[in-house]
């Protein structure tokens, strides 16, 4: 769900017109059958439930994982197809994330271990696998969220949630207009720019 070019039709691999060097996406996809949640997942979007607790509160579960570099198993990968992990400190003393890096060369700098495109990055171990997870839902569920990390960068699942209840779950419309202005707020706090954010909110029934 980060911003990227279209990847539909042919696909950002095999379209000469789209260069995806540099350029990429991340996927998370979630489909319900019955009572189970299927959902597949590349990069650091994200999907939680808000589930019901037997005290009458709401609490946050995450559905996906986010593939991060940092992730102990994603870096070994990356690490094993000779790319390096670091995050870069700032003349401030702050330091940044870690990301991918080539093994020669200070680049490209991706922020998380699988994407759709960033062909430079997959030369140092990044991947496009989908990691598969499956929920059997409850009638405790109660709300879906998915999410680019727009919204997850500076807020935690339970915040998100505890947001939401404060609506009295009002319309999804409204929630979704709420949660993308207090991420901006944070971004803009924290860092000065603004992410692409990217949110869904559905009410389970």
Known sequence: MR???????????????????????????????????????????????????????MKAVEVSLDHKPDREDEQKRIVAKGGRVFAVEYDDGETGP???????????????????????????????????????????????VI?????????????VIDMIMSTKMAEPRKVVDMLVTEASSRWMKEEQVIDDTTVIVAYLR
Do not use: Y
């Open 3 to 57: 911003q990227g070019h279209n990847t539909h039709a042919r696909g950002i691999d095999t379209d000469a017109s789209i260069d995806t060097e540099f350029s990429g996406t991340t996927a998370v996809l979630s489909c319900i059958r019955g009572r189970t949640l299927h959902v597949a997942n590349i990069g650091d979007s994200r999907i939680i439930l808000g589930r019901q607790t037997k005290k009458g509160g």
């Open 98 to 144: 870690p990301r991918v890096w080539l093994g020669h060369l200070d680049i490209p700098g991706l922020a998380m271990s699988r994407s759709l495109g960033d062909s430079v990055a997959h030369t140092a171990g990044v991947i496009s696998e989908p990691e598969m997870f499956k929920t059997t839902l409850t009638e405790d569920d109660k709300i879906m």
């Open 147 to 159: 999410a680019s990390d727009g919204l997850w960068e500076f807020m935690t699942n339970q915040e």
